[in-house]
């Protein structure tokens, strides 16, 4: 079993950027694909980014492509989210979630889920 917490959210203006990081714990981490989620207020969890748990093999949205950078660290036992060129629209709470097979951008494909949090981006 693992459990996720994430970190690093916050209120950014646009344009700017922000690092989110999730800290897993458990000895099998590394054997964990590892997926970020959002859901903004009033509407569906949405994919924004997966890897592998290698790190060898990303996915994005078509929304984050380009601007964010889903990276891990399995010795850390952390998964990051660099988060760049933050537009108003990309305000909502991120959710860090494992899975323990392959990378998956579908929500109920994940197990462990963490609390979330807060992304703010002002216009």
């Known amino acids: 079993q693992v459990q996720v917490v994430e970190s690093g959210g916050g209120l950014v203006q646009a344009g700017g950027s922000l690092r989110l990081s999730c800290a897993a714990s458990?000895?099998?981490?590394?054997?964990?694909?590892m997926g970020w989620f959002r859901q903004a207020p009033g509407k569906e969890r949405e994919f924004v980014s997966a890897?592998?748990?290698?790190?060898?093999?990303?996915y994005y949205a078509d929304s984050v492509q380009g601007r964010f950078t889903i990276s891990r660290e399995n010795a850390k036992n952390t998964v990051s989210l660099q988060m760049n060129s933050l537009k108003p629209e990309d305000t909502a709470v991120y959710y860090c979630?494992?899975?323990?097979?392959?990378?998956?951008?579908?929500?109920?494909?994940?197990?462990?889920w963490g609390q979330g949090t807060q992304v703010t981006v002002s216009s």
């Open positions: 979630a494992a899975r323990n097979v392959a990378a998956s951008r579908r929500s109920n494909d994940y197990a462990y």
């Open positions: 458990g000895r099998t981490f590394s054997s964990y694909a």
């Open positions: 890897i592998s748990w290698s790190g060898s093999t990303t």
